[in-house]
C-alpha cells in the first residue's frame, strides 16, 4: 500500500517480481551466514571467509536498495528533526518506550500491554540544561526487522537520521532481546558505539593496487585485501591501513554508507527483577537500568 499521493500505485506484477527477487537474495544470504558458521576460523581459511563476508555485504546492499515497484518500503517516517540532538527509540514491542517517551516529555504516547501498540513515530522534546533533545518513540521491532518484517524497515530508516541511539530492553527477557536488535542493525550497515575504521581508500582509475600500513597488521594481507576488492570489481586503488582492522572493518570501508552511532542500553522493568541481576546489568558498559512506569507530577 503506498500513502496517499506517495507515488504512482504499484503494479501486481512488478510486485510479485520484486517480491521474487527478494526472496532470491534472502537464501542467498542465508546460504552464505550458514557457510560462515561451518566454516572454521583459522589461517588456511581466512581468504575463503573474507570473500564469503565481502558476498555477504554485497547481497544485504542488494536487499535494502529502494526497490522501484515496492512503493515507499526503505523510507522513514515523516517526522521533522528539530533541536540539538536525536534520539532514536529502538526495542522489542512492549518493552516500555511508549512509557518512556510520556515520563520524560510533555508528549502523550499511548502506553498498553498488548504488543505493537505503537504504529508510528512520535516525537517529544526532552529539555536538559538548555538544550532540547527530540526523542522519538517508534514501533517495536522485532527479529527480521531489517528485511522489511513489521514497520522494522521504517524504524530503522529512522534510526539512521538518529544522533543516538537508545536501545530499549525489558530486564526480564535476558540478553536475547538485545543479540538480535545489535544483529538487525549490524545487517543494515548501523555500527554501535564503534568508530570509523581508520583506513584509507581511494579507488583509482589505473596503476593496480597500491596496498601499504603504518602498523602491523594481523587480521588483513595484501592478498585478502585484493581478493576482496576484486568481489566488488575494483582492481586500481589505494589502500593504507592506519590501525590494525578486520575484514569486516575493511568490508564497511569499501561499502562506505555505514554509519557509526552511539548507543545507550537502557534496561526498563527493573522492578520486576532482582537486586543482584540489577547491579549486574547496570555494570554493563553504556548501560543504565530504569523503571519507568512510576507516576510522577510533570
Ligand atoms: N513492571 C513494569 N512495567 C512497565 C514498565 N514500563 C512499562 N511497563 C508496562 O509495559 C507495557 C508496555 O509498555 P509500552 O510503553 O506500551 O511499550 P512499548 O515498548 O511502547 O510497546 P510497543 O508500542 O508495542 O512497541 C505497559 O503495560 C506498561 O505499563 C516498568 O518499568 N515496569
Ligand atoms: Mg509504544
Given at each position: 500500500m503506498l500513502?496517499?499521493?506517495?507515488g504512482k500505485p504499484s503494479n501486481p506484477d512488478s510486485l510479485?517480481?520484486a517480491?521474487?527477487?527478494?526472496?532470491?537474495?534472502?537464501?542467498?544470504?542465508?546460504?552464505?551466514?550458514?557457510?560462515?558458521?561451518?566454516?572454521?576460523?583459522?589461517?588456511?581459511?581466512?581468504?575463503?571467509?573474507?570473500?564469503?563476508?565481502?558476498?555477504?555485504?554485497?547481497?544485504?546492499?542488494?536487499?535494502?536498495?529502494?526497490?522501484?515497484s515496492a512503493g515507499?518500503?526503505?523510507?522513514?517516517?515523516?517526522?521533522?528533526?528539530?533541536?540539538?540532538?536525536?534520539?532514536?527509540?529502538?526495542?522489542?514491542?512492549?518493552?516500555?518506550?511508549?512509557?518512556?517517551?510520556?515520563?520524560?516529555?510533555?508528549?502523550?504516547?499511548?502506553?498498553?500491554?498488548?504488543?505493537?501498540?505503537?504504529?508510528?513515530?512520535?516525537?517529544?522534546?526532552?529539555?536538559?540544561?538548555?538544550?532540547?533533545?527530540?526523542?522519538?518513540?517508534?514501533?517495536?521491532?522485532?527479529?527480521?526487522?531489517?528485511?522489511?518484517?513489521?514497520?522494522?524497515?521504517?524504524?530503522?530508516?529512522?534510526?539512521?537520521?538518529?544522533?543516538?541511539?537508545?536501545?530499549?530492553?525489558?530486564?526480564?527477557?535476558?540478553?536475547?532481546?538485545?543479540?538480535?536488535?545489535?544483529?538487525?542493525?549490524?545487517?543494515?550497515?548501523?555500527?554501535?558505539?564503534?568508530?570509523?575504521?581508520?583506513?584509507?581508500?581511494?579507488?583509482?582509475?589505473?596503476?593496480?593496487?597500491?596496498?601499504?600500513?603504518?602498523?602491523?597488521?594481523?587480521?588483513?594481507?595484501?592478498?585478502?585485501?585484493?581478493?576482496?576488492?576484486?568481489?566488488?570489481?575494483?582492481?586500481?586503488?589505494?589502500?593504507?591501513?592506519?590501525?590494525?582492522?578486520?575484514?569486516?572493518?575493511?568490508?564497511?570501508?569499501?561499502?562506505?554508507?555505514?554509519?557509526?552511532?552511539?548507543?545507550?542500553?537502557?534496561?526498563?522493568?527493573?522492578?520486576?527483577?532482582?537486586?543482584?541481576?540489577?547491579?549486574?546489568?547496570?555494570?554493563?558498559?553504556?548501560?543504565?537500568?530504569?523503571?519507568?512506569?512510576?507516576?510522577?507530577?510533570?
Amino acid at each position: 500500500m503506498l500513502a496517499p499521493g506517495k507515488g504512482k500505485p504499484s503494479n501486481p506484477d512488478s510486485l510479485h517480481n520484486a517480491w521474487i527477487a527478494t526472496m532470491g537474495i534472502l537464501e542467498k544470504i542465508a546460504e552464505i551466514e550458514k557457510e560462515i558458521s561451518r566454516t572454521q576460523k583459522n589461517k588456511a581459511t581466512e581468504y575463503h571467509l573474507g570473500l564469503l563476508k565481502a558476498k555477504l555485504a554485497k547481497y544485504r546492499a542488494q536487499l535494502l536498495e529502494p526497490s522501484k515497484s515496492a512503493g515507499a518500503k526503505g523510507e522513514g517516517f515523516d517526522v521533522m528533526k528539530s533541536g540539538d540532538a536525536r534520539v532514536a527509540l529502538i526495542g522489542f514491542p512492549s518493552v516500555g518506550k511508549s512509557t518512556f517517551l510520556s515520563l520524560m516529555t510533555s508528549t502523550e504516547s499511548e502506553a498498553a500491554s498488548y504488543e505493537f501498540t505503537t504504529l508510528t513515530c512520535i516525537p517529544g522534546v526532552i529539555e536538559y540544561k538548555g538544550a532540547n533533545i527530540q526523542l522519538l518513540d517508534l514501533p517495536g521491532i522485532i527479529e527480521g526487522a531489517a528485511q522489511g518484517k513489521g514497520r522494522g524497515r521504517q524504524v530503522i530508516a529512522v534510526a539512521r537520521t538518529a544522533d543516538v541511539v537508545i536501545m530499549m530492553l525489558d530486564a526480564t527477557k535476558g540478553d536475547v532481546q538485545r543479540e538480535l536488535l545489535e544483529k538487525e542493525l549490524e545487517s543494515v550497515g548501523i555500527r554501535l558505539n564503534r568508530t570509523k575504521p581508520n583506513i584509507y581508500f581511494k579507488p583509482k582509475k589505473g596503476g593496480g593496487l597500491s596496498y601499504n600500513s603504518t602498523v602491523p597488521l594481523t587480521q588483513c594481507s595484501e592478498k585478502l585485501v585484493q581478493l576482496i576488492l576484486h568481489e566488488y570489481k575494483i582492481f586500481n586503488a589505494e589502500v593504507l591501513f592506519r590501525e590494525d582492522c578486520t575484514p569486516d572493518e575493511f568490508i564497511d570501508v569499501i561499502v562506505g554508507n555505514r554509519v557509526y552511532m552511539p548507543c545507550l542500553y537502557v534496561y526498563n522493568k527493573v522492578d520486576q527483577i532482582s537486586m543482584e541481576e540489577v547491579d549486574r546489568l547496570a555494570r554493563r558498559p553504556h548501560s543504565v537500568v530504569i523503571r519507568s512506569d512510576v507516576c510522577v507530577h510533570k
